[in-house]
T-cell receptor, first 113, second 114 residues
Framework: GAVVSQHPSWVICKSGTSVKIECRSL??????MFWYRQFPKQSLMLMAT?????????EQGVEKDKFLINHASLTLSTLTVTSAHPEDSSFYIC?????????FGPGTRLTVT | GENVEQHPSTLSVQEGDSAVIKCTYS??????FPWYKQELGKGPQLIID?????GEKKDQRIAVTLNKTAKHFSLHITETQPEDSAVYFC?????????????FGKGTLLTVNP
């Protein structure tokens, strides 16, 4: 149990376009999901905490208007990178909380050209 | 806020040897300490965790110890195998419902040589 999926697994987009990444908890309901960003050979950096039915809480330095988060149901949270630029290229990972534990998705590799 | 230090950053062992990774944390209120294994290009996988009311926890070849007084916890892998090669992250948080945040260490690249 505790399976989290992400879609797409990788995406290439042109600078200035927007990209949506989905995070789903497949076999449990999660009132809280988290979005992380990871650069090569670095640790995970928390971007925001997503709560079902309410606005996301963003970490300091993360632009909420650029990284739009929607947690519309207990099994789905989405991250939309708006007006993407090459510096947004990264590995984006979500996690879902169950019983105080966090279970991670497989990640989405975003490349902005 | 919480700060988690992790050592070593890289660790190379021979197959069958043991591997130990150590972490320290700064916030004495932290009470939940998970360990994650991340393979290249994949998301982190929870491999073991420990809560502050327990000093040690074991799951087959993996064990975690916690010293609350010294504010450090360690991951022990015995009888290492090549498939144990990955990046391992420790983390700490103050649990209390589902809306908590993990603070991660910088990771340890473990290489198990056949």
């Amino acid at each position: 149990g505790a399976v989290v999926s992400q879609h797409p697994s990788w995406v290439i987009c042109k600078s200035g376009t927007s990209v949506k990444i989905e995070c789903r908890s497949l076999d449990f309901q999660a009132t809280t999901m988290f979005w992380y960003r990871q650069f090569p050979k670095q640790s995970l950096m928390l971007m925001a905490t997503s709560n079902e039915g309410s606005k996301a809480t963003y970490e300091q330095g993360v632009e909420k208007d650029k990284f739009l988060i929607n947690h519309a149901s207990l099994t789905l949270s989405t991250l939309t990178v708006t007006s993407a630029h090459p510096e947004d290229s990264s590995f984006y990972i979500c996690s879902a909380s169950r019983g105080g534990e966090q279970y991670f998705g497989p990640g989405t590799r975003l490349t902005v050209t | 806020g919480e700060n988690v230090e992790q050592h070593p950053s890289t660790l190379s062992v021979q197959e069958g040897d043991s591997a130990v990774i150590k972490c320290t944390y700064s916030d004495s209120a932290s009470n939940y300490f998970p360990w994650y294994k991340q393979e290249l290009g994949k998301g982190p996988q929870l491999i073991i965790d420990i809560r502050s009311n327990v000093g040690e926890k074991k799951d087959q070849r993996i064990a975690v110890t916690l010293n609350k007084t010294a504010k450090h916890f360690s991951l022990h892998i015995t009888e290492t195998q090549p498939e144990d090669s990955a990046v391992y992250f420790c983390a700490a948080s103050k649990s209390g419902g589902s809306n908590y945040k993990l603070t991660f260490g910088k990771g340890t690249l473990l290489t198990v040589n056949p």
